[in-house]
C-alpha cells in the first residue's frame, strides 16, 4: 500500500484553505467497468438528536473535471460561475433521515465530500476559483455554530475509498462501510461507548493549550475540535509547541542515522537521513543525496507540508509523509528505522500530538485520520472495495 503515491482529495479545486486527507486511489481502469456510474449510500440516524439532518455530496465529476454537486439520486450538476465577493450557492442539501431512521441516496464518479449537518443548512459559496468549504477556525464563518461534519470518498472504475476524516477537525460523530461483492460488510470510524465526550475531555486535561481546540456554541454544546494545525493558526496552541521534541530529533540525528524505509513492498529501497549544518540530508545507498529538510516548525508537522511538503513523487514525497508520522507519533527518538507501524510505541513522548493520541484511543478500531499522513503503516479509518455493492454513512451519539 504505501508503494502506490497517494493523491491529495479535496472535495473541490480552488476550496478554503483546508487540510484535507489522503486516500489511496487505484489504478484507473481501462474497462467500462465492473463499478456501474452511481452506487447507493445508506444514510442512517443513531444519533439520537431531534434536530433535521441535511445531506451533501459535492466534488470533482472524475469524467469532466468539473465542480459541483448531486442530488439524492446521483444526477451532477456543476457549480455556477461564482463572484467576488463569494456569491451564495444553489442549495444542494440532501433531507436526511430522522433519528432512529434510514435513507438511501446514491453517489457517483466523484472525489469530493459527503458532509452532514444538524438542525440547520450549511452556507455554501462560490468564488470565481469555484466552492469555498467552510472554515470554522474563523469565528466569523458562516457554519462556525453549526453542528456538522464530512466523510471524503473517491469512486471511480477501479472501486470506492470512502474515509472517516479527523484531519480538520473532530467533530459530530459518524461511522463509513462499504458492502463488498461477496455481500460481507466492512466499517471503520466508529468511537468507543462515550468516546466522544472522552476526547474533549482528554483535551481540556492536557496542559499546553490542547483544550483551546474546543469549540462550543453559546448553549454549552460542544461542537468541535479544531485540528493542532488550526490550533496554531487561532492561537490556541503556541508556535513551540512541538519544539523540544524536534530539536531533540535533530541533536540526535547529527551523530546518528535515520533510516527510512517508505515503501513496505520494497524493502530494499532504503534512504538513510544525518542532519548537518541544521539540515537533514537523505541519501541513496550509493551515497548520493536524494533531498534534503530544513528542521521543521509545529506547523510544518501537524499540517504535513510547507518544510515538510510530500510531493506526489518517487522520492521526497514518500521520505516527508514517513517523517510527518514519525513527528506526529513521536517516534523518531525511539526508533531510528522508519516508518514505526507498531502503535504500541505510538505518542509516548510527552511532547506529541495529543490531538491525535486522545482520538486514536477513543476509536474501536483504533484507526483514525487525525492527520493528512496517518496511513502510514494503515492505521487511517479508510475502507475500500473494488466492486461496491453499497457503501454506508452512520450518525453516531454525540456522547
Known sequence: MLGRLRHRLLAAAGSAALL?????????????????ATIPLKVTNNSGRG????????????????????DAAGTFHAWPAGGNPPTPAPD?????????????????????RIYFSYGQKLDFRLTTGGLVQ???????????NILFNWSEYTLNDSGLWLNSTQVDMFSAPYAVGVQRADGSTVSTGRLKSGG??????????????????????ADGTVLRALSPAYGLETGA??????????????????????????????PNTKYYGRVSGGVMNFTNASGAVVTSFQKPDASSVFGCHKLLDAPNDAVRGPISRTLCAGFNRSTLLTNPNQPDTSSAGFYQDPV????????????????????AFDDVGQHESLVHDGNPLQAYLTLDPLS
Open 352 to 371: 506529541t500530538n495529543h490531538y491525535a493520541r486522545v482520538i486514536h484511543s477513543q476509536m474501536a478500531d483504533g484507526k483514525a485520520y487525525a492527520f
Open 134 to 144: 467552510p472554515a470554522v477556525q474563523n469565528p466569523s464563518d458562516p457554519n462556525r
Open 20 to 36: 484535507g486527507t489522503l486516500l489511496t486511489l487505484g489504478s484507473p481502469s481501462t474497462a467500462s467497468g465492473a463499478v456501474p
Open 51 to 70: 434536530d433535521a439532518v441535511y445531506v451533501y455530496n459535492l466534488g470533482t465529476n472524475l469524467a469532466t473535471g468539473q465542480q459541483g454537486w448531486a
Open 92 to 112: 444542494a442539501s440532501i433531507a436526511g433521515p430522522a433519528a432512529g431512521q434510514s435513507k438511501t441516496i446514491r453517489i457517483p464518479k466523484f472525489s469530493g
Open 237 to 266: 496552541l503556541p508556535a513551540s509547541v512541538l519544539d523540544d521534541y524536534i530539536n531533540r530529533v535533530w541533536q540526535k540525528y547529527a551523530t546518528s542515522t535515520l533510516t527510512v524505509t517508505p515503501f513496505s513492498d520494497q
Open 196 to 217: 466522544y465526550n472522552a476526547v474533549v475531555s482528554a483535551l481540556r486535561a492536557q496542559s499546553g493549550g490542547w483544550g483551546g481546540l474546543v469549540q462550543t456554541r
